[in-house]
């Protein structure tokens, strides 16, 4: 099952003719296509299925997705579930 949870471009660079990405979701790193959205800039999100990047989101819209999930797990603690993880909207919040 593939969640679509946006992750941060770390940074590009070309690998076999192909532009990739290090993405950052939350803090586990992984790695991109990013062929198929090649305007993507660093600090920039993306949306990745089986992974290629397919959906360019601004900082704002990805906001607006982990506010999102963060009502899901709150929903499931809510209704009992034993939900591990940290709200993902704190996560990704400037650190002062």
């Known amino acids: 099952m593939c969640l679509a949870i946006?992750?941060?471009?770390?940074e590009?660079?070309?690998?076999?003719?192909?532009?990739?990405?290090?993405?950052?979701?939350?803090g586990s790193i992984s790695t991109?296509?990013?062929a198929y959205v090649p305007e993507v800039k660093t600090?920039?999100?993306?949306?990745?299925?089986?992974?290629f990047a397919i959906n360019v989101?601004?900082?704002e819209e990805a906001?607006?997705?982990?506010?999102?999930?963060?009502?899901?797990t709150?929903?499931?603690r809510g209704a009992g579930?034993?939900?591990q993880n940290e709200p993902l909207a704190d996560k990704n919040k400037p650190k002062n």
């Not at 946006?6 to 770390?10: D, E, I, Q, S």
């Not at 590009?12 to 939350?26: P, R, V």
């Not at 600090?43 to 992974?51: E, L, M, P």
């Not at 506010?67 to 899901?72: L, M, N, P, S, T």
Request: hydrophobic content about 35%; charged content about 25%.
């Open 43 to 51: 600090g920039q999100y993306v949306i990745v299925h089986a992974g």
């Open 81 to 83: 579930y034993d939900i």
């Open 12 to 26: 590009t660079y070309e690998e076999n003719g192909l532009l990739m990405g290090k993405i950052d979701y939350s």
């Open 63 to 72: 906001q607006q997705s982990f506010e999102a999930w963060d009502e899901v």
């Open 57 to 59: 989101l601004d900082e």
């Open 32 to 34: 991109a296509c990013l």
């Open 74 to 76: 709150d929903t499931l």
């Open 6 to 10: 946006p992750g941060k471009v770390l």
